[in-house]
């Protein structure tokens, strides 16, 4: 079935760097826009980032531009997230999602169930 | 960047009541608004798409309206599974989600 599973998570000091995974099954994940979508610990969503299905553009919320970097694995079918330079504040489960279009942000359809990411000393 | 203000921050309600949850827009996003559902320890989960559009397999209980900056999501009979945190989100420019509204049962 139509399933995402999310990995890579845990815990990093300030500054650091982590990298996730998002294993995508039952569909091509190059035949998709894809996001990342965190929440903090009992706060909202937050939107992280964004790649076209051709990869000809990536989108990224203020705060993680220039740290945080989106990249998609067509081999493996895999979705993948690189953050650095980690702040406390980058605390968060992150979620990627399908996006119902191939193009643009949109809405998201599919989502994986989470990996948490714990910056803290 | 555009803000999206929604409301209430929660609310509890009775089964079988009509509740109802408001979100706007700092700016004119035309119908470019999604409503999710989520529940405790789960991934959120698209409900309407398009401002007014039904998921597929989402209840007909649910629905949503509106236009421009100012939008409603109704939900008409509300069920003991319903209770959840729904955020709404736009998509005009980028992608900003409301802060939520956490739904309990009176």
């Known amino acids: 079935q139509v399933q995402l599973v999310e990995s890579g998570g845990g815990v990093v000091q300030p500054g650091g760097s982590l990298r996730l995974s998002c294993a995508a099954s039952?569909?091509?994940?190059?035949?998709?826009?894809m996001h990342w979508v965190r929440q903090a610990p009992g706060k909202g969503l937050e939107w992280v980032a964004f790649i076209r299905y051709d990869e000809s553009n990536e989108y990224y919320e203020d705060s993680v531009k220039g740290r945080f970097t989106i990249s998609r694995d067509k081999s493996n079918n895999t979705l993948h997230l690189q953050m650095s330079s980690l702040r406390a504040e980058d605390t968060a489960i992150y979620y990627c999602?399908?996006?119902?279009?191939?193009?643009?942000?949109?809405?998201?359809?599919?989502w994986g169930q989470g990996t948490m990411v714990t910056v803290s000393s | 960047d555009i803000q999206m203000t929604q409301s209430p921050s929660s609310l509890s309600a009775s089964v079988g009541d009509r509740v109802t949850i408001t979100c706007q827009a700092s700016q004119d996003i035309r119908s470019n608004l999604n409503w999710y559902q989520q529940k405790p320890g789960e991934a959120p989960n698209l409900l309407i798409y398009d401002a007014s559009n039904l998921e597929t397999g989402v209840p007909s209980r649910f629905s949503g309206s509106g236009s421009g900056t100012h939008f409603t999501f109704t939900i008409s009979g509300l069920q003991p599974e319903d209770i959840a945190t729904y955020y709404c989100?736009?998509?005009?420019?980028?992608?900003?989600f409301g802060q939520g509204t956490r739904l309990e049962i009176k």
């Open positions: 039952g569909f091509t994940l190059s035949s998709y826009g």
């Open positions: 989100q736009q998509y005009d420019n980028l992608i900003t």
């Open positions: 999602a399908r996006d119902i279009s191939s193009t643009a942000p949109d809405a998201f359809d599919i």
